[in-house]
Structure formats: structure tokens, C-alpha cells
């Protein structure tokens, strides 16, 4: 069964309110291949972490293919189609957060259409929000969306517009850019794969 998340184009006060009675446009997680862009740590730290992220079950898991790979002074892991969202949010904040003594600068999601541009995603942690489950982001064809807390109950994430949130695609790419990671250019980067176990929530 294909995983999808739901963009809601309203306002968040409209959500609140007329939470039953908007249009859903549902995306095919199946149309992206994701990837966490993680600055200033190592990528065996970051293959470490990921395996420690799938050790929080020990009874019901099943393995997963991370790839990783290195450019400059960025990690980037490339998670698998079949990888639910509910891990690809929980570790952007897990390797961000895993040991604060040694704690990356930057992690931050891409997804990137296979086929059309239009819709990839970058997103953030939203570290302006008292919950650090909530996260931020922006198309590239400049829709700004924000994503409240996951449940791990449902294979599905709502995403919405979030008009507070400043950041354009391009702003956020050249920022990136600046920091030394060119994201056009990451099918041009050697990857090494690693089946990792994650634990799956009954």
C-alpha cells in the first residue's frame, strides 16, 4: 500500500475550524526519493545514530535500506521508498538531537519528484515552537506548509500552509548552498548502502 501525505491549502485558523470540511490533494510518497542533509558530524556518527534509532524495539522491526554518502562538510542519507514517514521525520529531529555534545549544525529534509520539480520539498524543525514534533517547510514552487506532530498509528502526515513561515525555496537553497552542499548535484554523489533495523509499532 502506497503511503501519501495530505496538503490542506488554508490557513491554519480554517483548519482549526473547518477541519472536516476541507479539499484533501493527496501526494504519493512513491513519486519521491527522500533525503536528510545533516551539517558538521561524521558519517560514521550518523549511521551510528540511525542504528541506534532502529534498536528502540527489540521484538517487532524490519530492515530498511540507508544509503550514505559525504560532501564537504555535509552527511546525507537516502531513505528507501518503502521507509514509513513517520521514520523520515523522527530522524531529521533524532540526528539533530541524538547526543547534544555532539550535536550537527544543520538537519533538514529534502524530497525530491521524481518527475515533476515543481513540487520537491525542503523542511525544518520548527525550533520556535514549544513542541520540537512540529516542523516547517517550503515547495519549490513556493507553497510554505507546516507539519504538526506525527502519530505513529497512521501511514499518513498532513501537511498545510503556514503563512508565518518567511523562507522561500530558493532563500533556503542558497543558504545550503552557501554552508557547501549543492542539492542539484546529489545524484552525482557515491552513496554505500546499509540495511539497518527499524522497529515498527504494532
Excluded: C
Amino acid at each position: 500500500m502506497a503511503l501519501h501525505h495530505i496538503v490542506y491549502p488554508a490557513f491554519r485558523e480554517i483548519i482549526d475550524f473547518f477541519f472536516h470540511q476541507l479539499t484533501k490533494e493527496k501526494i504519493s510518497t512513491l513519486a519521491y526519493e527522500r533525503f536528510i542533509l545533516i551539517k558538521g558530524i561524521t558519517k560514521e556518527a550518523i549511521v551510528q545514530r540511525t542504528e541506534e534509532y532502529g534498536k528502540r524495539g527489540e521484538l517487532n522491526y524490519t530492515f530498511h535500506q540507508f544509503e550514505f554518502a559525504e560532501s564537504g562538510n555535509w552527511v546525507i542519507v537516502k531513505l528507501e521508498e518503502q521507509t514509513p514517514y513517520l521514520d523520515y521525520y523522527n530522524l531529521l529531529l533524532w540526528y539533530l538531537n541524538f547526543n547534544p555534545e555532539n550535536k550537527p549544525s544543520h538537519s533538514i529534509g529534502f524530497a525530491q519528484h521524481k518527475s515533476e520539480s515543481s513540487l520537491d520539498y525542503l523542511f525544518f524543525a520548527d525550533l520556535e515552537e514549544d513542541s520540537t514534533d512540529d516542523f516547517v517547510g517550503v515547495f519549490r514552487n513556493g507553497k510554505r506548509f507546516k507539519i504538526p506532530e506525527i502519530k505513529p498509528e497512521t501511514d499518513s502526515t498532513i501537511l498545510y500552509r503556514s503563512f508565518e513561515f518567511k523562507l522561500s525555496f530558493v532563500q533556503a537553497l542558497k543558504i545550503i548552498d552557501e554552508y557547501g552542499l549543492d542539492i542539484s548535484k546529489l545524484k552525482e554523489i557515491s552513496f554505500n548502502a546499509n540495511y539497518i533495523r527499524i522497529y515498527t509499532p504494532e
